[in-house]
């Protein structure tokens, strides 16, 4: 089964700067996407970017960017000019692109809580 | 369209008692997913449809979890004597089944057993 890791319980960073969170990965399959998924306190988890692994140039959405490297199955998160309202738990997710596998299932890290220090 | 909701947001319960949460995804939406948060762990799968067929369950559903998917609409997730270790946050998703697309999620049904 694929497995997701993510490294850091904890991240802090001070409004304006620049924020790294990691994520590393496990499996055997060469088709699938990875997410990094926001969840807020009491609020639902809401996408903040999607990698496709046959896509070699690295996602980015306004302020977030991931360094996607399929080689050594890691996918870090980069928060640039960080706002008090990216406070959230942050998860890594994997999903398989193959046809035999239940389509759509994510897999999911421990997540990474970050605070936005003002 | 307002999104996958699921209702109720938050319940509690007596051990031994039989629970049932809704979720109502997003109305295009052909597939749904029920996942399990446990406190500083990520989601878990559960289960999933794709349309009313329900196409996988987790290991984790035991004989006391039972979820239904009526038509293809909206789903029930049942828990049939409840144990304490069943408290967490079971979050509901839905998607298109359509490579690459996103799964939504709702706000998720906290469940605390006493």
């Known amino acids: 089964a694929q497995t997701v890791t993510q490294s850091q319980p904890e991240m802090s960073v001070q409004e304006a700067e620049t924020v790294t969170l990691s994520c590393t990965y496990d499996?055997?399959?060469?088709?699938?996407?990875l997410f990094w998924y926001k969840q807020p306190p009491s609020r639902q988890m809401i996408l903040v970017i999607r990698?496709?692994?046959?896509?070699?140039q690295n996602a980015t959405e306004n302020r977030f960017s991931v360094n996607f490297q399929k080689a050594a199955k890691s996918f870090s998160l980069k928060i640039s000019d960080s706002q008090l309202g990216d406070a959230a738990m942050y998860f890594c997710?994997?999903?398989?692109?193959?046809?035999?596998?239940?389509?759509?299932?994510?897999?999911f890290g421990r997540g990474t809580q970050l605070t936005v220090w003002p | 369209d307002t999104g996958v909701s699921q209702d109720p947001r938050h319940k509690i319960t007596k051990r031994g008692q039989n629970v049932t949460f809704r979720c109502d995804p997003i109305?295009?939406?052909?597939?749904l997913y029920w996942y399990r948060q446990t406190l500083g762990q990520g989601p878990e799968f559960l289960t999933y449809?794709?349309?009313?067929?329900?196409?996988?369950k987790s290991r984790l559903l035991s004989d006391r979890f039972s979820a239904e998917r009526p038509k293809g609409s909206f789903s029930t997730l049942e828990i049939q004597r409840t144990e304490q270790g069943d408290s967490a946050m079971y979050l509901c998703?839905?998607?298109?089944?359509?490579?690459?697309?996103?799964?939504?999620f709702g706000q998720g049904t906290r469940l605390t057993v006493v």
């Open positions: 997710a994997y999903r398989s692109a193959d046809r035999g596998s239940t389509l759509g299932r994510l897999y």
């Open positions: 109305s295009e939406h052909n597939r």
């Open positions: 499996t055997s399959e060469s088709d699938y996407y």
């Open positions: 990698q496709e692994a046959y896509k070699q």
């Open positions: 449809f794709q349309n009313e067929a329900q196409l996988e």
């Open positions: 998703a839905s998607s298109l089944a359509i490579r690459g697309t996103e799964a939504f």
